[in-house]
């Protein structure tokens, strides 16, 4: 499965990467990188590790003596943390435009540190939130980036959180 999964890595990447380098806003000047710079760097970085993963996969199961195909449990997988971690993902990243990033950022630490079997439910709580106060510090004041609002009631309450800080 790692192997197939680092294959729709690649080429996921590759799309991606091509997208990214069409984008004439993107593009460097010559005193600056540009926007594409580092998503292409990272990108870069990710195609690379999953060739390397790739190779040494396969080099594993030619020591073992199996195949590629062999060991792959797709029923197994679609039960498994790793897919149930993607789908919660997949739902964070649809939901993050309605409801903003604070509620968002909490309500997935918390569903995912369940998911992880986490002990404590009420100290799950507070780390997501002081977790979800961090990134926000760091990306709002620091970096001076704007993070998702939402909408509505979730962007009146963003705009009330964003009066609070000095920044």
Same mark, same amino acid.
């Given at each position: 499965?790692?192997?197939?999964?680092?294959v +729709?890595?690649?080429?996921?990447?590759?799309?991606l990467?091509?997208?990214i380098?069409?984008?004439?806003?993107?593009?460097?000047? !010559?005193? !600056?990188?540009?926007?594409?710079?580092?998503?292409?760097?990272?990108?870069?970085?990710?195609i690379?590790l999953?060739v390397?993963?790739?190779?040494?996969?396969?080099?594993?199961?030619?020591? !073992?003596?199996?195949?590629?195909?062999s060991?792959?449990?797709?029923?197994? +997988?679609f039960?498994s943390?790793?897919?149930?971690?993607?789908?919660?993902?997949a739902?964070?990243? /649809?939901? /993050?435009?309605?409801?903003g990033?604070?509620?968002?950022?909490?309500?997935?630490?918390?569903?995912y540190?369940? /998911?992880?079997?986490? #002990?404590n439910? #009420?100290?799950?709580?507070?780390?997501?939130?002081?977790?979800?106060?961090?990134?926000?510090?760091?990306?709002?004041?620091?970096?001076?980036?704007?993070? #998702?609002?939402?909408?509505?009631?979730?962007?009146n309450?963003?705009?009330?959180? !964003?009066?609070?800080? #000095?920044?």
């Amino acid at each position: 499965m790692d192997i197939l999964f680092s294959v +729709f890595l690649i080429i996921a990447g590759i799309g991606l990467y091509a997208m990214i380098g069409a984008d004439p806003s993107a593009a460097a000047s !010559e005193t !600056e990188l540009g926007a594409a710079f580092w998503p292409q760097i990272i990108l870069v970085i990710m195609i690379v590790l999953s060739v390397v993963n790739i190779v040494t996969n396969v080099k594993k199961m030619k020591a !073992e003596g199996g195949s590629v195909l062999s060991g792959i449990d797709v029923a197994g +997988f679609f039960k498994s943390k790793l897919f149930i971690g993607m789908v919660i993902v997949a739902v964070m990243a /649809l939901i /993050l435009p309605v409801i903003g990033f604070i509620p968002t950022c909490i309500i997935f630490l918390m569903v995912y540190g369940i /998911l992880l079997k986490a #002990p404590n439910v #009420p100290k799950l709580a507070i780390a997501a939130v002081c977790i979800t106060i961090v990134i926000y510090v760091l990306f709002q004041g620091a970096l001076d980036i704007m993070l #998702p609002r939402g909408t509505g009631v979730f962007r009146n309450f963003a705009l009330a959180v !964003e009066s609070i800080l #000095p920044f």
